[in-house]
């Protein structure tokens, strides 16, 4: 409950040459202490142009329970990095570990030499060393940095970055917060893995069961139940892992520590959040609180008033709210599957509280999440399909879901071919890391995501994503591309076209500055955050010539999504699912550009 | 319980994995007694979608702060709400798409929306109105869909463009353990199925039942062993087999290797054993394995259990197990044919998903000359028992 007062600001600022003294200021760092003012400039940033960052060992706390994490400087989330486009910067991350470290800077556009995945960009932080990161910044927005090393980033090895534009920001708030977002376990990532590689469902604790048949509670019936039976798929594999293990934290505070951001009722306030999960995708709201969504990714977009937002692992939104009554409100962040929530607390004062919503229902998957919500472009034209996929939104009966599942279609299942190759592309590997092929994946990006189709409030889509200024490049692509998302749920085997990375894949090769269409299949019962390093794509959403410019893509569950891209960083550069235990299970790949001319080195 | 009714039946019309792996495989029968199908059906769904992208506007609350000073643009799209099926549909029809797909495909759609917006920043309407349909390899006709290659700059080198800025051989070092720790994940498994004491007729009894493997996604030293015997008493029989398994597919595997017997008479037998051990549709978890003696002797034995959630912590788990035999082999007590049957019933609660006690019931039958032969050697053909323990894995 300590705002940090000026001795401890000093001590800071005087640390910040010196990496080594920040442990001192506890594991919290200013700007995420349980009650933070905000933003204002006379809080300690790290700020460079010399920034030093050492990673280590810390315990951390929540819940009243300890446990082992890795930290930046001590601090969990890893201090703020605030700095100035058009600056130089010049980071010296120092490793006291005992294994290797990395850092890699989440959405920055460098040479690729400083991205930070090992074994790509280079060879990583060896314990004992120091690895200088040199580069310029060329860009403004809310990004982050995290550990490429080691799964280190879900035991909390993760901070955000804001970046001030060099010119006048477009958009005007009078306070700023920045939400880090994260899930919090004291099982080792590694036991995590080994459980799911062992038993799937290890964390589903929601799973279909009798009793709910019996009373209702599942919203699933008999002959949908034989459906999903039948296909050997779970309707409520929504995130692999939950709420059964796991704290989610908003800067690195519990639930019940419940961080709290002030604010002045009638100021505009800014908040900058960072989804820096492990394998987490969250849906948030903050009730009685309008969100204009003002920034996706780091790029600004047109304004767009929501009342809640998906964020997938790895996105940042920055959204601005003007709260006008003395009261407090609860910011929630609530993972997809209900299985658990985030909370902070918007407040005139420190101690305020707001009520705090219960738990959604358990949403169950739906045809359109098996790859077949683009049935009705099929020959087959199963009438019954578009159920699934059509609008939740405005309808506001429960159980669509349900309603297509009982209908004639769900029962021939069955005697469909839920995995067949001539619907990949002939370069696909259909084995045994390939349990569907989406047989009519559908473009999703104007469907409300997971866990809010049914919700009685406007719902932030990809298809509301507009880029503020005009697309920079708007040669049409001469190339398409199709990269199918691939898995077999019952093997937590993932990758992409049915290959994990160590199955020695074909890097994806793009030529210098050339302009590709990239299609993003998922056949996979679960949404994939797909992440480019050193690159922003345009996601291809109907705002032809100011198409929403990302770092990373949320692939809804059987469903495709298409981008554009100008490959104009040569370079190797790592591409991959931002779900940690899916990347550690093969789905990554590496993207090549060439030739290197122009390559900083 | 007539989804175990219905269970147990699938379970014998299954017969044995590979039949229950054609069901995968099976073809589009599925005549659809649906109706007429809409070709615009699910497209409306853009036109519904409009609402909450529109829905700024209806708070034309719009403080001259606001965000991006573009208040003034605030009213809806003249099309909002509008029927966009039609001009989503296109695309779809167009579709078929060939190894070199329009690079514009779905663009011309947009009504205007396409190339430089000269209205940029302004236009505030349109939100989610048309998004271009990009067809894929599921909307091809004629075989699997062929990329085009990428074009010859893309293929220079360098192989690994940080070679050039660090020392190869350090980053050689660094993308082994790249790919290691991408995919090629290794794990070692101990799952203890039963570890239990049984009530019946006779002598009180215990088994256990446990398997285990060591290995990656594909390639795996598989391990069981299964036995039982009577408290105060002797072992009757026990069994370990090690095998190689390899993922054949998505939920298969083929296993084979040597399996030992042990029995207090002395009459322990080796055998060679092959078989598959998946998971079957519907859930069912099912293993089958032929095993050949030294003494030439083909026996065979088929699995299957099932999970029935009756909470997230009571599972009741129906399981049978046949044994059949080729041949009379009267050292080992059996008769040719169906020899023997075992069904169970055992309720479990998990108070951790890797540890749960148990009761339930296991009924046994055997037939034919193996009935006889127990018969003669004092037993009963058939033996019903109460049976408490527990199953965990690591």
Redesign the interface.
């Known amino acids: 409950m300590s705002i940090p007062n000026l001795d401890r600001r000093t001590l800071l600022r005087g640390a910040v040459a010196g990496g080594g003294l920040l442990g001192l200021q506890g594991l919290t760092p200013a700007w995420a202490q349980t009650v933070s003012p905000g933003l204002r400039s006379d809080l300690p940033t790290l700020n460079g142009p010399n920034i030093d960052l050492t990673v280590g060992h810390s315990p951390f706390t929540v819940g009243g329970r300890t446990g082992h994490a890795f930290t930046v400087n001590g601090l969990l989330p890893a201090p703020l990095l605030r700095m100035r486009e058009g600056q130089n910067v010049r980071l010296s991350v120092t490793n006291t570990l005992d294994e290797d470290t990395s850092i890699h800077w989440h959405g920055l556009l460098l040479p690729f030499q400083m991205d930070g995945v090992p074994g790509v960009s280079f060879p990583g932080i060896r314990p004992r060393e120091t690895f200088v990161y040199e580069f310029p910044i060329k860009q403004s927005g809310t990004y982050w940095y995290h550990s490429h090393s080691g799964m280190q980033e879900a035991m909390g090895h993760f901070g955000p970055i804001v970046i001030d534009p060099a010119g006048v920001d477009p958009v005007a708030y009078d306070r700023e917060h920045v939400l880090v977002l994260s899930d919090w376990s004291f099982l080792h990532p590694h036991q995590i893995l080994d459980k799911l590689k062992k038993s799937p469902g290890y964390f589903n604790r929601q799973r279909t069961t009798v009793a709910g048949l019996l009373d209702g509670s599942d919203r699933m019936s008999l002959s949908e139940r034989r459906m999903w039976g039948a296909m050997r798929m779970d309707p409520r594999d929504i995130l692999d892992v939950s709420g059964a293990t796991y704290t989610y934290l908003v800067n690195g505070h519990g639930p019940q520590e419940n961080w709290t951001g002030l604010f002045r009722p009638g100021e505009r306030v800014r908040l900058r959040i960072i989804n820096a999960s492990a394998m987490s995708i969250f849906n948030v709201r903050i009730p009685g609180l309008a969100m204009t969504v003002v920034q996706a990714d780091g790029e600004n977009v047109r304004p767009v008033e929501v009342d809640e937002f998906q964020i997938s692992v790895a996105e940042t939104y920055d959204v601005i709210v003007r709260p006008t009554e003395d009261r407090a409100y609860t910011i929630v962040s609530e993972a997809i599957d209900s299985s658990g929530m985030g909370r902070a607390t918007l407040a005139p004062r420190p101690g305020m509280t707001a009520e705090v919503p219960p738990l959604r229902q358990t949403p169950n998957l739906t045809m359109a999440d098996m790859g077949m919500g683009g049935m009705n472009h099929d020959a087959m034209g199963h009438g019954a399909m578009d159920h699934a996929s059509m609008g939740h939104g405005d309808m506001a009966g429960m159980d669509h879901s349900a309603q297509a599942a009982s209908s004639p279609m769900s029962m021939d299942h069955s005697g469909m071919n839920m995995r067949d190759p001539s619907k990949a592309p002939a370069n696909m590997a259909v084995g045994v890391g390939v349990d569907a092929i989406a047989m009519a994946p559908a473009n999703r990006l104007a469907e409300r995501p997971q866990g809010l189709q049914d919700v009685d409030h406007r719902v932030l889509v990809y298809a509301d994503l507009r880029a503020l200024t005009p697309n920079r490049d708007t040669r049409p692509p001469s190339r398409s591309l199709e990269i199918h998302l691939t898995g077999n749920m019952e093997r937590f085997m993932w990758g992409f076209d049915g290959r994990k990375f160590s199955e020695l894949v074909e890097p994806i090769r793009f030529e210098l500055n050339e302009r590709v269409r990239v299609t993003l299949v998922n056949d996979t019962m679960m949404a994939h955050p797909i992440h480019l390093h050193g690159h922003f794509f345009e996601l291809v959403n109907g705002h032809d010539g100011h198409q929403p410019l990302k770092h990373t893509v949320n692939v809804a569950p059987g469903s495709k999504v298409t981008f554009d891209l100008t490959a104009d960083a040569p370079g190797d550069w790592a591409f991959h699912c931002h779900l940690l235990m899916h990347m550690h299970a093969g789905m990554f790949n590496v993207v090549t550009v060439r030739p290197l001319e122009g390559a900083a080195s | 319980m007539k989804?175990l009714a219905l269970a147990l039946a699938s379970l014998i019309l299954t017969a044995g994995p590979v039949a229950a792996q054609s069901?995968?495989?099976?073809?589009?029968?599925?005549?659809?007694?649906?109706?007429?199908?809409?070709?615009?059906?699910?497209?409306?769904?853009?036109?519904?979608?409009m609402?909450?992208?529109a829905?700024?506007a209806q708070?034309p609350a719009?403080?001259p702060?606001?965000?991006?000073?573009?208040s003034h643009g605030a009213a809806a799209d003249p099309h909002a709400g509008h029927d966009m099926s039609g001009m989503q549909t296109a695309p779809?029809a167009a579709?078929a798409?060939t190894s070199?797909?329009d690079?514009?495909a779905?663009?011309h759609m947009?009504h205007g929306?396409?190339?430089?917006?000269p209205h940029?920043?302004h236009d505030?309407g349109?939100?989610?109105?048309?998004?271009?349909?990009?067809p894929?390899?599921?909307?091809?006709v004629g075989?699997?869909?062929?990329?085009?290659s990428?074009?010859?700059?893309?293929?220079?080198?360098?192989a690994?463009?940080?070679d050039?800025?660090?020392?190869p051989s350090?980053?050689a070092?660094?993308?082994?353990?790249?790919?290691?720790?991408?995919?090629?994940?290794r794990?070692t498994?101990v799952?203890i199925d039963a570890l239990e004491a049984g009530f019946g007729d006779g002598a009180d009894s215990y088994s256990w039942k446990a398997q285990g493997w060591t290995g990656g996604?594909?390639n795996r030293f598989w391990w069981k062993t299964e036995g039982e015997g009577v408290f105060n008493g002797r072992l009757h029989d026990a069994e370990v087999q090690a095998l190689y398994s390899r993922?054949?597919?998505?939920?298969w595997d083929v296993q084979a290797g040597v399996r030992q017997d042990f029995r207090p008479d002395g009459k322990d037998t080796t055998y060679l054993t092959a078989g598959v051990q998946g998971?079957?549709?519907?859930?069912f978890e099912v293993s089958a394995a032929a095993f050949l003696s030294t003494r030439g002797d083909l026996t065979a034995r088929v699995e299957a259990e099932y999970d029935?959630?009756?909470?997230?912590k009571w599972i009741l788990q129906p399981s049978v197990e046949a044994a059949l035999s080729a041949s009379d082999t009267p050292e080992l007590q059996l008769g040719s044919g169906l020899t023997s049957v075992k069904a169970g019933l055992r309720l479990r609660y998990e108070i951790r998903?890797?540890f749960a006690p148990y009761v339930g019931v296991e009924w046994g039958r055997s037939f034919g000359d193996t009935a006889d032969y127990a018969r003669a050697h004092g037993g009963a053909a058939d033996d019903t028992r109460l049976v408490v323990g527990i199953r965990a894995?690591f």
């Open positions: 989804t069901h995968d495989h099976s073809s589009h029968t599925a005549p659809v007694q649906a109706p007429a199908p809409d070709p615009h059906a699910g497209h409306d769904m853009s036109g519904m979608r609402a909450p992208a829905a700024p708070t719009p403080d702060h606001a965000g991006h000073h573009m779809a579709s798409p070199a797909p690079p514009h779905g663009h947009n929306a396409a190339t430089a917006d940029a920043g505030m349109g939100a989610a109105s048309a998004i271009p349909d990009i894929t390899s599921a909307d091809a075989g699997r869909l062929v990329q085009a990428p074009p010859p700059g893309a293929l220079a080198g360098p690994h463009a940080a050039l800025l660090f020392d350090v980053m070092a660094a993308r082994r353990q790249l790919l290691a720790e991408n995919g090629d994940v794990t498994a799952k996604d594909i993922a054949v597919a998505p939920f998971v079957a549709p519907y859930w029935l959630r009756l909470t997230q998903k890797a894995w």
